[in-house]
Nanobody
Framework: QVQLVESGGGLVQDGGSLRLSCAASGGTFSNYDMGWFRQAPGKEREFVAATKRRGYGTYYANSVKGRFTTSRDNAKNTVFLLMNSLKPEDTAVYYC??????????????????????WGQGTQVTVSS
């Protein structure tokens, strides 16, 4: 079982930036599809960004495209989410997730929770207006 630990959340003003990190332990990180999701109070968990295994591609929700960037450092078993131009509506608990199955996820599936089999505990991001 892969363990994922997020860090980097906090309180930031409207227009500010934060960088989240998600460290993975166990297995071969470069073989995992990694995703970021978020859940605001009273709302369902939603897709934010994903990066395919071995650098095969990155994908973003329309709401964060152009503001957020996900990247991975396979040598450090870590995936990052750089969030710029933050807005109050970005306030949520942010989760990273991994698909560790030997078969990679179909691209369209990465936008859903379905293909991911390991989840972190989440980190709170609060953007004040």
């Amino acid at each position: 079982q892969v363990q994922l630990v997020e860090s980097g959340g906090g309180l930031v003003q409207d227009g500010g930036s934060l960088r989240l990190s998600c460290a993975a332990s166990g297995g071969t990180f470069s073989n995992y599809d990694m995703g970021w999701f978020r859940q605001a109070p009273g709302k369902e968990r939603e897709f934010v960004a994903a990066t395919k295994r071995r650098g095969y591609g990155t994908y973003y929700a329309n709401s964060v495209k152009g503001r957020f960037t996900t990247s991975r450092d396979n040598a450090k078993n870590t995936v990052f989410l750089l969030m710029n131009s933050l807005k109050p509506e970005d306030t949520a608990v942010y989760y990273c997730a991994a698909r560790t199955s030997p078969s990679g996820a179909i691209t369209s599936e990465l936008y859903t929770q379905r293909p991911y089999d390991s989840w972190g505990q989440g980190t709170q991001v609060t953007v004040s207006s």
